[in-house]
């Protein structure tokens, strides 16, 4: 049952860490003024968070022995769960048209959201690290939903 919980909690973390979800809107060849970009962002981020939260509870809900049972397997939920998502999320991230002048800065944040979503598919140890660094680039650009979700 702790193992459930933290698996919980990590899955509820990589929601905040990573959730994203798309606007929206689509991408366009101009580039958007920061605040353009921390909106568009910030709403990617919330669409993906809640489809992220509602697809591990449809995950759960396949066993037929309750949280017990999902405990067991919950290296796959992170697999077909959560990295997929995760991964999609920095995709549709990477479509946003960044300010020119921060184009290095945010494609460097993406690239470690999508690394941390390639290696939470691996069930790499350092796959918090990695999303910890996506958290901080992303607060520190200004992003209130990246780093929540």
């Not at 193992?3 to 994203?20: E, P």
């Not at 809640?50 to 405990?71: D, I, M, V």
Request: glycine share 6%; net charge neutral.
């Amino acid at each position: 049952m702790q193992r459930l919980i933290l698996a919980i909690g990590m899955v509820a973390t990589s929601c905040l860490i990573f959730g994203c979800g798309s606007g929206g809107s689509s991408p366009t060849s101009a580039h958007m003024t920061k605040a353009q970009f921390i909106e568009a962002a910030d709403a990617v981020c919330m669409k993906f968070d809640k489809e992220r939260k509602a697809a591990f509870t449809t995950w759960q809900k396949k066993f037929p022995g309750g949280s017990k049972e999902a405990e067991a397997h919950i290296d796959t939920a992170f697999k077909e769960v959560v990295a997929p998502s995760v991964q999609q999320e920095a995709k549709r991230l990477e479509q946003l048209q960044a300010p020119e002048e921060d184009q290095e800065k945010v494609t460097g944040m993406i690239n470690n959201l999508f690394k941390a979503g390639v290696l939470l598919e691996q069930r790499r140890d350092n796959a918090s690290e990695v999303a910890s660094k996506f958290k901080n680039e992303s607060e520190a650009y200004g992003l209130k939903a990246c780093p929540r979700t």
